[in-house]
Every structure is written in C-alpha cells, then in structure tokens.
C-alpha cells in the first residue's frame, strides 16, 4: 500500500506596521497572496486596511 504525499510551496511574506500613533506594532501578512493584518481596521471592517494597502504597493514595485 502507497501513501500518496503532496507537497506545496507555500509563499510567505511577513512585516511589522508601525500604528498611526507610533505606540503599537501590527503583524501584516501575505500567504499566496492572501492578505491579513492584526490591525484593528481589518478586524472590524471588511476590505484591505492601509497597512496592507501599503505593502501591496511595496510588493508590487519590486516586482517590476
């Protein structure tokens, strides 16, 4: 008997946001894309907050 094994690459990218007051620090997270934030923009709201607006705009001009 065989057992099948599938193994994925998983893309992983992980930065610290600093709050508008400088007093905290939120996780962002980019795992295949799939954006995240610990903020509490994103938990309450739904969309990309600026945190991840922002490293989505760093991602995307060091790509070119």
Do not use: M, Q
Not at 18 to 23: E, F
Not at 30 to 37: A, F, K, R, V, Y
Not at 47 to 63: P, Q
């Amino acid at each position: 008997e065989t057992t099948e094994v599938k193994i994925e690459k998983t893309e992983r990218l992980s930065f610290k946001a600093l709050s508008s007051k400088g007093d905290k620090t939120y996780d962002v997270t980019s795992i295949n894309g799939e954006w995240d934030c610990t903020c509490p923009a994103r938990t309450f709201f739904k969309g990309h907050c600026k945190h991840i607006k922002k490293f989505e705009e760093v991602e995307t001009k060091a790509a070119i």
